[in-house]
């Protein structure tokens, strides 16, 4: 098929560097054109796995380019996706629609042909109902555009594993003809046996935050049973096991640690809390703000915890964060727990050295205040207590030895779980554990 995604940001580049990996002639669109003139040149500006292999790929053979001219975009493509940010807006709760808006009122004067427009962003019920009517009022196609919700489930770190090789595919359609397309675009995943789910838009819409605002409530759950584990000397890892076991709960994404982040999670538990207030449902409002508030302690809450661990004050005090991105895979530092923390200790007054494997440059942009090391090593000179941010396998290899030979004192706090703690404390360190018992120095 020929395909445009419009907007190039960590949803839309994987999404358009997969749909030309499944065979469709693509053209991405975005308004910043120093971008895409990277992207044309195979040039990613955003770290996933596996994502610059693919963009050289199919920039190379010429099956994808990018533009800036949504006239190019809008003759060219028979299927246009929606891939523009859709942040929270300036009220802190609902989502700012306005960059679909305007996308779409920029491509619709230009639609001739009769074609489908796919919005994978996340947004609020009643959304593909708005779009529709403006698109049949600047539309020259006029009712021949059909216009479908299509959410995206990607996990960013794993944007394109999710893409090629989702979990489902959701659609919202309002017609056969807008379904026959659903089934073309996606069939080579189809064909393996991935689930596609059709339903109303207004269903489709309420999926993506449904789904993520689930998550963040059970990372909220296990993050106060932590706390209660820390409180009664009980080890939260062994807690999960066990009740991961039952078939009705599960293990998966009940990890303990400083809060959830990144440009999707935290707004879509505020819209969908939002949402809850705007239908009428109180009983819903109460139960997720409750894991809102929990998540939004997280930060404040870890650096007590810091604070508790150190042999002297913290301010003066120096501290390595091991971490930026606000999860590993990626180098997305928005809501970043970590950098959240490093932030508050550098308030308290104490000297933080941050490292990430690759999130430095935009933790940088963010956070000019902190100091940043291209080594573990050179974050860890010094340090009066070691701080584990952010889950990066380099931090479970570290040799415990060596970095002890270069801290002012041999402590750390392990915020990811992460850590053999005993291998650290046999090396002579007193390791901090979240919702485990603490080690101490063999």
């Not at 993050?223 to 080890?235: K, L, Y």
Request: proline share 5%; net charge negative.
């Amino acid at each position: 098929m020929r395909v445009s995604v419009i907007g190039c940001g960590h949803l839309g580049i994987p999404h358009a560097a997969g749909m030309a990996h499944l065979g469709h002639q693509v053209i991405g669109v975005d308004i910043d054109a120093q971008k895409i003139a990277a992207l044309n040149a195979g040039r990613t500006p955003i770290y996933e796995a596996g994502l610059p292999e693919l963009l050289a790929k199919h920039t190379e053979s010429g099956e994808l380019r990018f533009t800036t001219d949504m006239r190019e975009a809008a003759e060219f493509a028979d299927l246009h996706f929606l891939a523009v940010g859709t942040p929270i807006d300036s009220d802190g709760r609902s989502y700012d629609t306005g960059q679909l808006f305007g996308a779409v009122r920029e491509l619709a004067p230009h639609l001739t042909k009769p074609c489908t427009i796919m919005g994978k962003s996340t947004v609020t019920a009643g959304t593909t109902r708005r779009l529709t009517d403006l698109v049949r009022r600047l539309a020259p196609a006029g009712d021949a555009v059909d216009v479908v919700w299509n959410p995206e489930f990607l996990r960013e770190g794993h944007a394109i594993d999710d893409t090629l090789r989702p979990d489902r595919i959701i659609a919202g359609v309002t017609s056969k003809r807008a379904e026959e397309v659903v089934r073309q675009v996606y069939a080579p995943i189809l064909a393996t046996g991935v689930p596609l789910f059709v339903m109303s838009p207004e269903t489709a819409e309420l999926a993506k935050g449904a789904a993520n605002t689930f998550l963040g409530m059970k990372i909220s759950y296990i993050n106060t049973v932590a706390d209660m584990c820390a409180a009664a000397g009980a080890d939260v890892l062994q807690l999960v096991d066990a009740l991961g076991i039952d078939p009705r709960i599960g293990s998966g994404g009940m990890k303990p640690g400083i809060g959830y982040g990144g440009g999707c999670l935290p707004k879509d538990v505020r819209a969908f809390t939002a949402s809850a207030a705007q239908l009428g449902v109180p009983d819903a409002e109460t139960l997720l703000r409750a894991a809102e508030a929990v998540n939004e302690h997280r930060p404040g809450h870890a650096v007590e915890l810091v604070d508790a661990a150190l042999w002297r004050e913290l301010d003066g005090a120096r501290v390595a964060m091991w971490g930026a991105a606000f999860k590993a895979g990626t180098n997305d530092v928005r809501e970043s727990p970590a950098l959240s923390v490093a932030g508050r200790l550098h308030q308290h007054g104490a000297r933080v050295t941050v490292h990430d494997p690759v999130a430095i440059p935009t933790a940088a942009r963010r956070h000019p205040e902190l100091e940043y090391a291209a080594t573990v090593e050179e974050a860890s000179q010094g340090a009066d207590v070691v701080v584990i941010g952010t889950e990066w396998s380099e931090y479970l290899d570290a040799d415990p030895q060596a970095i002890g030979d270069i801290v002012a004192s041999r402590v750390v706090v392990d915020f990811r779980n992460i850590l053999d703690g005993q291998r650290w404390a046999d090396a002579g360190w007193t390791v901090h554990r979240l919702g485990r018992p603490s080690l101490l120095p063999a």
